[in-house]
T-cell receptor, first 113, second 115 residues
Framework: GESVGLHLPTLSVQEGDNSIINCAYS??????FIWYKQESGKGPQFIID?????DKRQGQRVTVLLNKTVKHLSLQIAATQPGDSAVYFC????????????FGAGTRLTVKP | NAGVTQTPKFRILKIGQSMTLQCTQD?????MYWYRQDPGMGLKLIYY???????DKGEVPNGYNVSRSTTEDFPLRLELAAPSQTSVYFC??????????????FGDGTRLSIL
């Protein structure tokens, strides 16, 4: 079946550096993708999303890039802070009229002071 | 606002027992969802509802049942608990689906162990 995957299970960065978390998807019909942040003991928290008619979308300190040719998306966090330490998930929202969101396994980001 | 509230936070069940995981939201959201998260994995959709009286299966519905009699509540029922259902369960809600202006809000989860 279709899957959503992440390239690295863990990522460690120095405080103040930029972080890049990658994700691959397999469903060619997918047109909506979301990034979530999950802190320990908490539910996922929406960070940013992107639709397939865009290549890039920016939020506050975060940027999502979508490459539909190779079915890859990435989350960039600028000036990473200790509060950014968490597990980050990408989710594939599927195609139009789809209600079944598929999550990747997650990347644990650790920010070193 | 309380957002999405899940109860209980923790529960241990014996094999074959049944229980209901409660979820309530106070945001008047149409959409509600139940996910499970196994250790080191992403979330998998169990069931979802697009409004009161309407429910549908997600990716992993076997062994679970849901109902949606009100907009606010979306309980998840385990009838015959099995060790494979040991997981953390998350409830979420949203006004719309696939709308970044109305993203899913998640509860803090119910950690369930079946022994």
């Amino acid at each position: 079946g279709e899957s959503v995957g992440l390239h690295l299970p863990t990522l460690s960065v120095q405080e103040g550096d930029n972080s890049i978390i990658n994700c691959a998807y397999s469903n060619s019909a997918s047109d909506y993708f979301i990034w979530y942040k999950q802190e320990s003991g908490k539910g996922p928290q929406f960070i940013i999303d992107i639709r397939s008619n865009m290549d890039k979308r920016q939020g506050q300190r975060v940027t999502v890039l979508l490459n539909k040719t190779v079915k890859h998306l990435s989350l960039q966090i600028a000036a990473t802070q200790p509060g950014d330490s968490a597990v980050y998930f990408c989710a594939d929202g599927g195609g139009y009229n789809n209600n079944d969101m598929r999550f990747g396994a997650g990347t644990r980001l650790t920010v070193k002071p | 606002n309380a957002g999405v509230t899940q109860t209980p936070k923790f529960r241990i069940l014996k094999i074959g027992q049944s229980m209901t995981l409660q979820c309530t939201q106070d945001m008047n959201h149409n959409y509600m969802y139940w996910y499970r998260q196994d250790p080191g994995m992403g979330l998998k959709l169990i069931y979802y509802s697009v409004g009161a009286g309407i429910t549908d299966k997600g990716e992993v519905p076997n062994g679970y049942n849901v109902s949606r009699s009100t907009t606010e509540d979306f309980p998840l029922r385990l009838e015959l608990a099995a060790p494979s259902q040991t997981s953390v369960y998350f409830c979420a809600s949203s006004y719309q689906y696939r709308d970044s202006n109305q993203p899913q809000h998640f509860g803090d989860g119910t950690r369930l162990s079946i022994l």
